[in-house]
């Protein structure tokens, strides 16, 4: 059992991929010389050399592009993309080719590719580095997206990405990477592909992924000392969906809170609210709720920021309202 | 790049007035002033987020904007403080924008990297490298299509140079004949990537004649030079209709954001550069042309001390917008009025 940060998980995670097999390569702007814009990479490119640690210049839709035409010829790429913004200009080529040649080729193509990118908001870099836009890629038939919410998932996750046939997008949330925990060996039985319970509750289901995590875990202990259990569900894998785990606890909860740091029109949240309506309406004892992120651009202020997103205190209230019969006891009064 | 090629770049012809040297200097030392000023102010807490000083830089901006007729439009990218406070946005507005403050240019919404003002014709302060340059074609087209005589000048560094909107944006702007000078700021990286390890072909004005487009280099340190080479392809575009690519050759003299460990280059790199820092090396001609006395750079010091001192006492001063606002201008609340 080692501690280490999150940083630290995903650099060992590339590290781990590159001296495993010869044909995984690592590309990116400034992944190799600067050691990555969030650090993940350093030191690789000393250890691993220029040829399979690649600079490349600011050109995303090209490096991007050749990743998948390279994972096409043989090689597994992992394409490093600063942030999810940037991945904007790479967009044509991860929906256009990435998500559709398999199928567009009758299943004669096969793109084994991992673009990672860093998303979220948080650091006060206003509207054109802030954005949460996994569902963007979540939307998109052909990808698998993955999201590292734990020191563990940042550390394990990026091999069974590598050893999934199709293309997946792996998410960080930038203000995940200096998060400490313990880290174990790989767990036997390590599966990325399905959402996991962080923490186990019977009154109210908190869904979420990512760096809405610690929030939701967070707003869970307060809840705790009202008398509210509620249990927290990280997705992990964003597509495709883990339903099965998001129904099965809410058949028994009862109870519903989506959160999600994108913002809420057509987002996460409204998918698993209406996969819960679809399948378990029935089973409902209030209407879902969603905490999602201001409908505006990322402000670079930071109280506006801060109001902008889902904090601790949201969630916690957003569940309180959903599980009235237990607020009563609790009736200290409320900030929103 | 060769520091030949820095050497052979012609001077500056002739001098201007001496009132224009000394605006110059004016705005040279208001920027540099400011910025390190704008560091204290981070290393207090007061400024958040990103912030790239353009320390080293300031001739660029300073002497491409002098040249400039107050119509004429400005985009720039996200190390740009230099291009608003030459284009006179109040230092004031832009600290307190750093501040996150009401009275900043942008509310506060904006922060460092997103300085606009529409009464200034900036727009931006564009954080996504290379996301300018279409836009300049597009202010550059609605000025040619409604017969306006403006120029649109738009800052890039030479890391956009590799984006296809680079690429994109020189072919339409020379395609559709459109007005505009795109001024690439070459400071040799972009973040921690050095020119000849993201060119190919690291003469970037030349790739101005891909797209048969007109082009020239400057010694992006000298702001008389900066001023003489974009008052000359200003002209040209203005009076052809014609984009126009100039390259301007600089350096940055500190990390590429607040904070970075510098690996990517040799400290005696960056203590060479400096021997041709623009400012003293500006002041120095200044002072052996006779143009300045001690007592006169002593008066422009005091005169941008004392604008900055202001600039952040009223910027910490300055109320923050009501959090009740967070949706404000997201969406126009009617049909907008016709832009000029
Ligand atoms: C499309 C896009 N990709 C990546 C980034 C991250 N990034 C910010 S600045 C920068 C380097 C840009 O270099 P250059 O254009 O030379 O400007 P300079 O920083 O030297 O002023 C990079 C890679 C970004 N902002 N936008
Ligand atoms: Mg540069």
């Not at chain 1, 256009?96 to 084994?112: E, F, I, Y």
């Not at chain 2, 300049?136 to 800052?155: K, M, S």
């Not at chain 2, 126009?244 to 904070?259: D, G, V």
């Not at chain 2, 060479?272 to 200044?286: E, G, H, T, V, Y």
Request: charged share 20%; with cysteine; proline share 5%.
């Amino acid at each position: 059992m080692t501690r280490i940060t999150y940083r630290e998980a995903v650099r060992q995670g590339l590290r781990e991929a590159l001296a495993a097999d010869d044909r995984v390569v690592l590309v990116g702007e400034d992944v190799g010389r600067y050691g990555g814009a969030y650090a993940c990479s350093k030191g690789l490119l000393d250890e691993f050399g220029a040829e399979r640690v690649r600079d490349a210049p600011l050109s995303e839709a090209a490096f991007v592009g050749a990743g998948i035409g390279a994972a096409l010829a043989g090689l597994l790429p992992i394409v490093e993309i600063m942030t999810v913004n940037f991945s904007l200009l790479a967009l044509d080529q991860i929906v256009n080719n990435a998500a559709t040649l398999r199928h567009m080729s009758g299943g004669q193509m096969s793109v084994p590719l991992v673009i990672r990118m860093a998303t979220g908001a948080g650091r006060q870099v206003a509207a054109q580095h802030s954005h949460s836009l996994e569902v963007w890629y979540a939307h998109v038939p052909g990808l698998k997206v993955l999201a590292a919410a734990t020191v563990a998932d940042a550390r394990w996750m990026l091999a069974a990405a590598l050893a999934d046939p199709n293309p997946v997008i792996l998410f960080e949330h930038a203000l995940l990477y200096p998060v400490e925990d313990d880290v174990d060996a790989r767990p036997a039985g390590f599966d990325p592909w399905h959402a996991a319970i962080r923490r186990p509750g019977r009154d109210a289901t908190i869904v979420t992924y990512g760096g809405s995590l610690p929030k939701c875990l967070a707003a869970a202990e307060t809840l705790a000392g009202e008398g509210i259990d509620a249990e927290v569900v990280d997705l992990r894998c964003l597509r495709p969906l883990d339903v099965g785990c998001v129904l099965e606890s809410v058949a028994r909860t009862h109870r519903a809170v989506v959160v999600d740091e994108g913002w809420k029109t057509c987002g996460l949240g409204a998918e698993i609210s209406a996969t819960i309506a679809e399948e378990r309406l029935y089973e409902l004892d209030a209407p879902v709720a969603r905490v999602c992120t201001a409908e505006a651009p990322i402000p670079y202020a930071q109280h506006l920021e801060t109001a902008a997103l889902p904090s601790a205190a949201r969630i916690a209230a957003a569940v309180r309202d959903v599980v009235p019969g237990k607020t009563a006891a609790a009736a200290a009064p409320r900030a929103e | 790049m060769s520091e030949a090629a820095i050497a052979s770049v012609p001077e500056a012809e002739a001098w201007p007035a001496r009132e224009r040297c000394l605006a110059l200097l004016r705005q040279m030392l208001l920027v540099r002033r400011f910025e390190e000023r704008a560091a204290e102010c981070y290393q207090q807490g007061l400024i958040r987020g990103f912030l790239h000083l353009g320390i080293g830089q300031e001739a660029v901006a300073v002497g491409a904007i002098a040249a400039l007729e107050p119509d004429d439009r400005i985009v720039a990218a996200y190390r740009e403080h230099g291009q608003a406070l030459a284009r006179g946005v109040p230092a004031a507005s832009v600290m307190a924008e750093m501040f996150g403050k009401a009275t900043g240019c942008c509310r506060g919404r904006g922060g460092s990297m997103h300085l606009f003002d529409a009464a200034r014709r900036l727009y931006g302060g564009n954080a996504i490298v290379a996301g300018g340059l279409p836009l300049a074609c597009g202010l550059a087209l609605a000025d040619r299509i409604l017969g306006r005589p403006h120029v649109t000048a738009c800052f890039f560094g030479d890391g956009a140079v590799a984006e296809g909107e680079f690429h994109e944006s020189l072919n339409l702007a020379a395609l559709w004949v459109l007005p505009v000078l795109f001024l690439c700021e070459n400071n040799l990286y972009a973040m921690g990537t050095r020119l000849d390890r993201h060119q190919a072909m690291a003469d970037i004005h030349r790739k101005g004649d891909a797209y048969a487009m007109p082009h020239a280099v400057v010694d992006g340190m000298d702001v008389l030079a900066v001023e003489a080479a974009v008052r000359r392809a200003v002209e040209q575009v203005r009076g052809t209709g014609r984009p126009f690519l100039l390259e301007a050759r600089t350096y940055r003299f500190r990390a590429h954001s607040m904070y970075d460990a510098e690996l990517y280059r040799p400290r005696e790199e960056v203590e060479r550069w400096k021997q041709r820092d623009p400012l003293p090396l500006f002041i120095a001609r200044l002072q052996d042309g006779g143009r300045l006395d001690d007592a006169a750079l002593a008066a422009v010091e005091a005169e941008v001390a004392a604008e900055i001192d202001a600039a952040v006492a009223a910027a910490q001063a300055a109320a923050v917008e009501p959090v009740a606002d967070l949706l404000r201008d997201v969406v126009a609340p009617s049909s907008p009025e016709p832009q000029t």
